[in-house]
């Protein structure tokens, strides 16, 4: 049960977005007051000890990142400035869209309705303080779309920048990585660590998560990538990070001899155009010995020796052939665990992070250079999506701001 409750906590998070469950307010604990007298009063509106318990108690099951007294006040009070908001407009979520709003919350768990219900229930949260939460989520959701959708769609050439076309701008994401290798010995034993860095709900859990297992290089960063293009990231990969909100993390992706999970820490348009490329130019060349110190400091020192994949040919010299490969393929053509590498690097830069031969041969891994296209890989209707979202996340975020600004917000 308490892996369904973990899962809970990844749906919660996603539903109520990033920022609401990071951010704090100052205020101690919950008076010992009639559980129905007001705890915080914003502009006409009450927020009742009851309501104050019930979410410090929710956020505590499902153990959500940060201070449960602190944050379930600042989600409260936001909470009550967006109902405002949507009351003023007239509207209303009917009872059989909230029902199905509870049943999908319960599905993503792969808990039915009851089963759900039961389980928080048995941890003391009841099901009308899951109804009213649900109910005011799609009712903010309804009044963002009603109030900002028509702004926040791109146009047709705002989507053709976004795809890099026409010598605009470009759509560009911000990720943490984490790459397990997999042998056939450890497959369990990587998809159970998967699992449960999939159900991780903050980015400094991801992170110290990154420096523990993770075989990329990222790792000594806490798994942070910089701004990448997204039409660098391979194609198949690419509809999956655009489906990633802030904070998301997603499902874990099977890799050759590797396990891939990646969190999206966000999604911007670039002024500068980013290029599409109808080619890759990479070389690859295999060390025996693995992820092994001898063979990572071998590969180490052999990265100070090289600059282009030319020199590469002197140091296979007299070897066989097929240590050394040197390939131009298309993109989609790339192995997928290949094409995340070479997305990080420029030409001439190499990675060290992919074996074969079930982990007993290193790659060295390195950047040719990429041949231009104007073609692209993800589909407008994905990146129109993936634009719309964030900017009506935006929208939604400074209205609020702007709704917090002109408050009356007293504490009793």
């Known amino acids: 049960m308490q892996q369904n409750l973990t899962t809970l906590s990844r749906c919660l998070a996603r539903m109520m977005g990033a920022a609401a469950l ?67 407009a007239g509207i209303e979520v009917a009872p059989e869209d909230v029902q199905l709003g509870i049943d999908d919350f319960a599905a993503r768990a792969r808990l039915s309705t009851d089963e759900f219900l039961a ?30 959708l028509a702004r926040a769609r791109p146009t047709p050439d705002e989507i053709d920048r976004a795809l890099g076309l026409g010598g605009g701008g470009g759509l560009q994401v911000l990720l943490s990585e984490i790459i397990i290798p997999i042998t056939p010995q450890t497959v369990d034993q990587v998809d159970e660590v998967a699992q449960q860095i999939a159900a991780l709900t903050s980015y400094e859990a991801f992170s110290s998560a990154a420096i523990q297992v993770s075989a990329a290089e990222t790792r000594e960063n806490g798994g942070r990538m ?14 999956v990070i655009l489906e990633l909100e802030p904070g998301e993390i997603s499902d874990p992706i099977t890799l050759p001899n590797a396990v891939a999970l990646f969190q999206m820490r966000g999604l911007r348009e670039a002024a500068v155009g980013t290029p599409r490329y109808a080619a890759i130019d990479y070389a690859a060349y295999r060390m025996a010995g693995g992820r092994s110190p001898e063979t990572l400091k071998a590969a180490t020192e052999l990265r100070q020796r090289v600059d282009t994949c030319d020199d590469l040919y002197g140091v296979a010299k007299g070897q066989p052939a097929e240590v050394l490969e040197r390939i131009s393929a298309k993109p989609a053509e790339i192995p997928q665990d290949i094409a995340l590498e070479l997305a990080k690097l420029d030409p001439g830069e190499t990675s060290l992070a992919l074996t074969r031969n079930n982990g007993q041969t290193l790659l060295f891994l390195m950047m040719c250079t990429r041949t231009r296209d104007l073609g692209g890989d993800a589909s407008r209707e994905d990146v129109a999506n993936a634009l719309t979202q964030q900017r009506l996340q935006t929208l939604a975020e400074s209205l609020v701001e702007q709704l917090r600004a002109d408050a009356i917000i007293t504490e009793e």
Do not use: C
Not at 47 to 70: A, C, N, S, Y
Not at 226 to 239: E, N, T
């Open 119 to 148: 389980a928080l229930a048995n941890e003391g949260v009841s099901a009308e303080t899951v109804r009213d939460f649900v109910s005011k989520q799609m009712a903010w959701r309804d009044y963002v779309s009603a109030r900002f």
């Open 226 to 239: 910089p701004w990448i293009p997204l039409a660098q990231l391979p194609p198949a990969l690419q509809p």
């Open 22 to 88: 990071t951010l704090t307010l100052a205020g101690g604990p919950v008076a010992a007051q009639s559980l129905f007298s007001p705890a915080i009063r914003v502009n006409q509106g009450v927020i009742t000890h009851f309501e104050l318990e019930q979410r410090i108690r929710l956020m505590e099951v499902l153990r959500i990142p940060g201070d449960p007294q602190k944050d379930a006040r600042r989600s409260l009070i936001e909470e009550a400035l967006k109902m405002q908001a949507v009351e003023e």
